[in-house]
Structure formats: C-alpha cells, structure tokens
C-alpha cells in the first residue's frame, strides 16, 4: 500500500512520455509506438510476463503466437562471447571462435573516440552474424582502486574520457541494429563482495565522477539497454533502485529503453517492479540442470500480483513496452536486420589499430626503443608472451579466432634478421612464488643476448574454467594488492642485473607497483590486453614499425598507499558491508594533483619515439562558450601522434575543487615537422560543478585557468579567461 498513489501517478506519467514522445534518435512519426502499444494489447498476462524474465541463459521470452521472437543476448565487451548454450554447457562444434577485440582499457588508452566507434561496428556485426540482439557492453565504471578486478573490461578514471569513448562505441554497435547494453550502472567499482557491497557516496561524486559516462551513453548515444549491476547504492540494490533507475536514468534522462538486471541481481519483486526494472536475467546456477525461470522474481509472482490486484497492469505493460521498443530499434520486430559480417580482414585490422594506438610507451631512456635492425639477438622472457588471455577473465571471454603472443610477434617481425630465444622466467599456478631454476635460465638467456624483453604483468588467472580463485584480472576478485604475483619482481631484477638492456612489458588491467625495479629499466611498455592482434601490435612498437600514441587513461601510483580509495582505509567495506566513497570526488588525478602525490605515471601519460611542441595558445571566450586554440608540431624524426589535453583550473568556487578536470582532449596525426591548429572547444558544462549544498550544476562566475599538455602533469601552456 505504501507505494499508492505516488507510484501510480509516476507510472501513469512514464506511459504517457513512453508513448506519446518520440524515442531517441527516432522518427517523429510513431509507427514504432503504436505497433508496440497494438502488440501489448494483444497480450495474454501470462505472455506479458514470460517476456520480463530470462527464458534461458541469455534469452529472455518472446510470444511465438505475435511474432514476437525471444530477445537474445550475449556478452560482451570485447568480443561476442563463447556459445554457452541455453543451459551453460558450452555448445560443442558451433563456430563461435571470432574477433577478439583489445579489451575496454587499451581502447580507451587510445583517446581516439573514432575508434571507439570502429570498435563497436566489429562488435555489433559479429554479435549480428551470431544472431543476437543485444551485446552486453560497454562495460565503462570509473577505475577508483587499481585492484578492481574488472578494471581491464573498464575505459577510465576520468568521466569525460569515459563519456567521450563510450558514445563512438554505442553508436557503433547500435549502427549495425544490435542494441549495445551499457554497464554496470552503478558503483560497481569493485568486486569484492560486489553482491553485497552497500555503497554510499555524495551527491556531488555520484553527480560529477561516477553518472556522467552514463549520461553520455544515454542522452548522447541513444543506449537501447542499460545494465543494473549488483551491489546496493544507498541501502537499495542497484537494478532495483529508484534514485538510480526511476528518478535518474528514466526521468530525468528520459530512457526509453529496457534496465536489465546484471545476472541475478534482483532480490525481491516489489522493489524491481515498483523501481524500474524492465528484465531480470541470471540462472541461480543450483538449480540447473532445470532451472525454473517462472519462478524468477520477475515470473509467476507477477502474474498473481496482477490477477489479485497488488499491482496495476500497466505497470507490467510498461516494462514490455520497452522490451518491445528495443527489440523495434533492434531491427527485430520487421526483420530486415542486415546480417552481420565474421572474422573479416577489415575486424582483424581494427583489433590491430586499437593495439597498436592504446599501447602506452611508459619509459624510454637513452632511446632504447625502438630496437633497430642491427639487433642480432633477442631473448625474450615471462609466460605472458606465450600466454593466450582471449578465454580469461570471466564473462567477458572471447574464444578468438586466433590471438597472436607477443613472442609470436616479435618472432614474425624479427624474420631471420635476428635470433630470439624463449624462457618463461615464472609459472603461472596457483601460489607460486619465484622459481629459481626458471630465473635462472632466464638470467642465463638474457646474458647471452643483446637485448631482453621480459613480458610480464597481471593475467586472468591461472585457470580460465575457475574465474575467482587465484585470478587477479577477472570477474567476482579483486588484486591482493599491486604486486606482480609469481616470482615476477625477483625474475625482473635478476635479469636487468644480467642484462642492463632489458625492457618490460606489461600486460594487465592496470598498474604493477614497478618500486623494485623501475630505477634500473630503460624501457617499459604498457600493453593492457590488446586483443587478437596484440602480439602484432606490440612488435611494431618494439622495432619502431609503428609510433606509439596510447595514452594513460588511469593514473598509475607509485604504490597502493597513495591511492585515495585505500589510503583512507574503506576499502573494501566496513563489517557491515557499508562501503564509503570518502574520496569523493578526489579519485584518480584530481586526488593526485590537488593533494600533490607524484604519481609514477599520470593520467594523460604516453611517450613517442618523436616529439611535440606546443605554441599559441588562444583562448577566446563567447558568451559561455569559449574556444582554445593551439598549434602543435612535430619536431621529431619520425611520424607521429599526440593527443592534445585540455584541463579547467577554477581559481576560486564556493566549494572545493580539484587541482585541474580534462573537459577536453584531441587525437592529431603529425608528419615530422608538420604543425597543426587544433580546436578544441569548451561549453557551458565544462566550467560547472555539482554544489550539492545547492543540488545542482552551478557555474560560478569567475576566472578559469585553460591548461593545454600532453597528460594531466605536463601541461605546455595555459591562458586564463574570466567567465
Ligand atoms: C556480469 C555481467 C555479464 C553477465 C552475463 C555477470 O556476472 O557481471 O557483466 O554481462 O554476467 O554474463
């Protein structure tokens, strides 16, 4: 009873908006509406229900008798998922192995929003030639802690970068009729104990750092579906939470789409019907092999709350009707979906350049990258350069159609020109600690050759099949904390002593803590998990085929000390299972930069093997808009990119704010010598805060410093402007 009249009224309202407005991105005329409201009424009350739960492990119901096919949905978000059957028993001889996409970290380490867009294209015509509807990404939470052990399906720190990568990725897959689901909205930023973590953070964090890459997806790229994700938010589940998904994502940015549930993460009927949830998906896996969908929150309950009176129709009506108006953007009501394409060249190519643009050059002294061709011997080292990380991780795993290794790669660049030698240097098992056999083989190759390349880093786990035990880059874990597992710290120091000429590649999600061996490396790499080209993409950097341009888009600490989200001694909950953002607003470089903590590599960083110089920085102001201006040359040897950033300095608010916020950033290609203007221009809401004293966006008039450089600590130039 206590929902009454409040409840109804809403709904009433949210009918009338879904049916009288038209849809996002929509034709003004609503042949769309009317054939869903048609269809809802020609609707038994037990069809209406099969339709808002799962039918199977990715599907969820359709009406045979109305045309109405069952909406099929797979992960997600680098690659159509593995075929896991309608029971999860993986499907023996179907051709599910396709294109491996570098995962969500190393395209947004490009901060090239054209080839989020590309990216999204390969997803949604390979999710389109597999036959499903709905592919379960972009996955696009805020990194808060390096540990997260998600972070790799991630993009950023930052909600502008985020919000910029997210929007080309959408369109893209939407662009092929597959509806693309962003996830997990919200305060999924970790997963330790992700089905219970109660999470309270303020108005401002949620409104400035953690809803924008959210908003973006919605009211810029047109979202069709939109994933709830497990943990609680204020004491109320995510998925069933009528802040986040009533009064936020509905209302206020006017959804017109589906909320799906992350796999089972609803717990109680009222709450989701009441509370926004359109679907619930997720198998209680106990009860397989015969899983009783009917008995989900979302199944025969409803249709005995209807029939009783406990609840309206119409408020089931409403969850179909935008169940139906993604399946109508889906291309799945009339059928003229255009098939899809699978593991074409041009895909390949795309895996390939999101590689070769996201992986980050970190450090290079003495120029010792790119390896030249005089190099007559390589040793390389570490099982990440043999290892296939395209099956881990949990649901994200992708079976690829083929993944090259780095020692793949290098092997295939190098030809005969020059010998490359293997030793794995570690195990990746369960437990294991530095091996001093395996060390010392490494050591004994790194000596004999010129140069030595140790491949090293996170990695999904050491058993694909098994995703939280032992894993450190995977689902439902987080990392024990930033040290390389395995014996790696010891494996890199005793090599680098053997051969001073050695440069590290890391793979992962994320930062290692580098203390013991930084001082000594000349040349590290970053390589996140770059996809089925990886191998490829990594060899070009390493002999100078390709120009590094990826960009850092997290900030990588010294140590697990200085992050804000661990200094402050919340994570990862209390005994209650409250979890408080008591960084607030302060997470990745506007902690760093406002409270001066160097950092080991800011957020923005990336090296070339050419160099930029900045000059004529313009800022012109135009009512409350105001245009920056800057010409950028390349004052190097060899061809280039840079990516230009663009952070707002306030000099006095009302409220704090941090050091400098990117509003800003563009991605140029240069010639050597060639210079360009690049214009960035900045609106009204680069310049707001959230002043949650007030309870809304402000722009307090005053003077704002534009800082123009190539990451978030090496800013070239700045101008002021008075607003
Ligand atoms: C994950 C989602 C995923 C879903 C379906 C959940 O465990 O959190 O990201 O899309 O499973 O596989």
Redesign the pocket.
Known sequence: MKFGIYYIRRLFTGLVLLIMQPPVNAQPASSTEIKISDLVKKMTLEEKVAMIHATSS?TSGGVARLNIPELV?S??PHGV?VEHGRDWEADKNVYDSGTYLPTGVCLAATWNPQLGYEFGKVLGSEASYRGKDVI??P?INIIRTPLNGRNF?YQSEDPYLVSRMVVGYIKGVQGQGISA?V??YLA?NQEVN?NFVNVHMSERALREIYLPGFKAAVTEAGVNTV?G??NLFRGQYATQNSYLVNEILKKEWNFKGALIS???AVHNTMEALWNGCDLE??TDLSMLPNPRYDKFFMGDTVTKLVRTGKIPESLLDEKVSRILYVMAKTTMLDRNRKKGEYNTIAHQQTAGTVAEEGIVLLKNENNILPLTASIKSIAVIGYNAVRKQSMGG???QVRAFYEVTPLEGLKKLAGNKSSITYSPGYKIERGATADPALIQQAVEAASKAEVAIIVAGWTHGYDYSVWSDNAYDA??TDKPDLQMPFGQDELIKAVLKANPKTIVVLMGGGPVDMTQWIQDTKGIIQAWYPGMEGGNALAKIIFGFVNPSGKLPMTFPKKLGDVPAHKLGTYPHDEKKNLYYQDDIYVGYRYYDTYKIAPEFAFGYGLSYTSFSYSNLKVLASGKKVTVTVSVKNTGAVAGADVVQVYVHQQESALARPEKELKGFQKIFLKPGESREVVITLNEDAFQYFNDRLNKWVMEPGVFEIRVGNSSRDIRLSGKVKL
Do not use: I, Q, V
């Open positions: 990715f949905m992960d997600g998922r379960l990404g996955g399906e689901c996830k997990h999924n992700r994933m994700s497990y992350d796999w089972g998906m997720g949990g649901s994200s689902e439902d």
